[in-house]
């Protein structure tokens, strides 16, 4: 059985950092794309970032490219998600998410990922 658990979410000010964790069980993060989408109140889920199996070849989405690093601990079977200088359009609940099937290319589009994590909540005072 696959899980996925998300924990490092907070109340934090804008220009703040947190950290992100996806502790994965089931599955080696190391032969699966894992990703991170997020999602506001009254708003569909958004890609954020993926990290591949492949090179750890990593890709984010525009708004935060330069703020944001994805990464993973092969021995922890872990994703992280760093996210820096925290801006309030970032609040949302954060899911982890891995590919449905190993050694898939790197896409964002939601129905690729086929585990998820129930969402870490990340609130960010202006």
């Known amino acids: 059985q696959v899980q996925l658990v998300e924990s490092g979410g907070g109340l934090v000010q804008a220009g703040d950092s947190l950290r992100l964790s996806c502790a994965v069980s089931?599955?080696?993060?190391?032969?699966?794309?894992n990703g991170w989408f997020r999602q506001a109140p009254g708003k569909d889920h958004e890609f954020v970032a993926a990290i591949s199996w492949s090179n750890e070849e990593t890709y984010y989405r525009d708004s935060v490219r330069g703020r944001f690093t994805v990464s993973r601990d092969n021995a922890k079977n872990t994703v992280y998600l760093q996210m820096n200088g925290l801006k309030a359009e970032d609040s949302a609940a954060y899911y982890c998410?891995?590919?449905?099937?190993?050694?898939?290319?790197?896409?964002?589009?939601?129905?690729?990922?086929?585990?998820w994590g129930q969402g870490t909540q990340v609130t960010v005072s202006s």
């Open positions: 998410a891995q590919s449905s099937e190993p050694y898939a290319v790197l896409i964002t589009t939601k129905t690729a990922y086929g585990f």
């Open positions: 089931g599955h080696p993060v190391s032969t699966y794309v």
